[in-house]
């Protein structure tokens, strides 16, 4: 009954109480996803500084190591300048006092220019010297070392320090090969400082790639005004030999690892031999992919082109791993939606819990109304009861008048009442109830007594 009851009574909500809930689902995604893109925007723009102030502390640590490995040699070569003839002796004590505070430097060198004319003079002075091996040499077509051949000039790698370590590249003839013949050219005709495209070392046992900087030397006291009186005065180099992988990594051994990868292009060079080193994030997915030199590029990127022996070189460096996760935008976007989502709940069930208070306080009305009802014919049933009641209540004290032994005379038929009184039978009735006499005659007594008409009306 109470089930039919309220199915009667339900009270359907009407659509726009819905409204606001609506505006609020759609205020709430459009705001979730406004502040998810003011954060994303924010993220990124701070991911960007950080990434670029990390960035521009990685190239400059590189760059100025690189000055720095450039300004040893330099310093050896104002030694040279400044000296009498170098004897190997004072070469390897000066090239040992340096190499500690460059551990990118495979080796420094003096590479002398030596006329066809002059090979048995310098290779029987390294004999002397107790190199009792020491003969020119130069790579095969099968790339091994084998005795120079004979031409009219040879830049021969005479002096090198530390030898244990580079003893293949001793007496070696970097003319020889057409990369550093490039820079050998270079430095003789322009007086600068002359870098070959990147190169594997004589001496190299890994598969990171080198160069040689070469510091062109003249003989004392003639002009060098042009690039024919440079090349009349050509005496030799001193060499740095540059192992870049080791001096990129000993540059940036105080860095934490803090997921940029790093990639080293020789702008200078043809397009085939540009890349030089390629130092990947532990962070990285990709390690062995460098960061292309030139193309498009999505996400973040920090390039810069400096000079570097008289080259241009390219440093690109790109985030790994951190830097690719932004999860602040989403966590807010996360929150905001599921804040959105509790709110319309919340007034969804404000709803219908309004909905349903309603529904009670109609039912309850309906109630009250009938129950008011049922109380109203209540009372009138119970006051018609008392009236019933009441009359019965009169009409036994009425039966109750009449109630006993009448006396009544045998011949007039009067009654006697309580004080001794005779009365007529009517008369007494009467005066003890609501009954009134009327008089008549029955059939008997009109046979009996008036005969003559009951005959006449047969």
Partial sequence: MQKANQKKHHVAIPVNRYF?????????????????????????????????????????????????????????????NNSPPVTRLQFNRLAKSILPRYPGIQAFGWDPLVKDSERSFYES????????DFEFTERSET??????????????????????????????????????????????NTGKLAATDRITLVQETGSQFGILILLPIYHPGVPLNSPQDRRNAR???????????KAVEAALEGFADQGISLTLYDMSADQDNRFLYHRPSNMSEMKDQP?????????????????????????????????????????????????TALLVFFMLRKISYTAEIEQRVIHQAETNQQLEKEINERAAAEEERDKI????????????????????????????????????????????SQADISHSICPDCVKKHYSHIHNNED
């Avoid at 390039?303 to 807010?332: C, N």
Wanted: aromatic letters at 16%.
């Fill in 20 to 80: 606001s809930v609506i505006c609020l689902l759609v205020f709430g995604v459009a705001a979730s996803f406004i502040v998810f893109w003011l954060v994303r925007d924010w993220e990124q723009t701070k991911q960007r500084s950080e990434f670029e102030t990390t960035a521009s502390a990685y190239t400059n640590a590189v760059e100025n190591t690189l000055i720095d490995y450039v300004g040893a040699l330099l310093f050896l070569g104002d030694f040279y």
């Fill in 125 to 132: 002075a390294a004999r002397k010297d107790g190199y009792t």
């Fill in 143 to 188: 790339n091994k070392l084998v005795r120079a051949a004979r031409r009219e000039e040879y830049v021969i790698v005479f002096y090198i320090y530390p030898l244990e370590t580079n003893r293949p590249a001793f007496g070696f003839d970097i003319a020889s090969n057409t990369t550093r013949l490039k820079a050998i050219e270079k430095g003789f």
């Fill in 235 to 245: 005496k030799g180099f001193v060499v740095e030999v540059l192992r870049i992988g």
């Fill in 291 to 339: 960061i292309p030199a030139e193309g498009v590029y999505k996400g973040l990127l920090w390039s810069k082109t400096f000079h570097f022996a008289e080259r241009q070189w390219k440093i690109l460096l790109s985030p790994q791993g951190f830097y690719d996760h932004m999860w602040h935008a989403w966590v807010v976007l996360g929150g905001s939606l599921l804040l």
């Fill in 389 to 432: 009641i009441l009359n019965l209540q009169q009409a036994l004290e009425e039966v109750e008048t009449l109630r006993g032994i009448l006396p009544i005379c045998s011949f007039c038929k009067k009654v006697r009442d309580d004080k001794g009184y005779w009365e007529q039978v009517d008369v007494y009735i009467y005066k003890h």
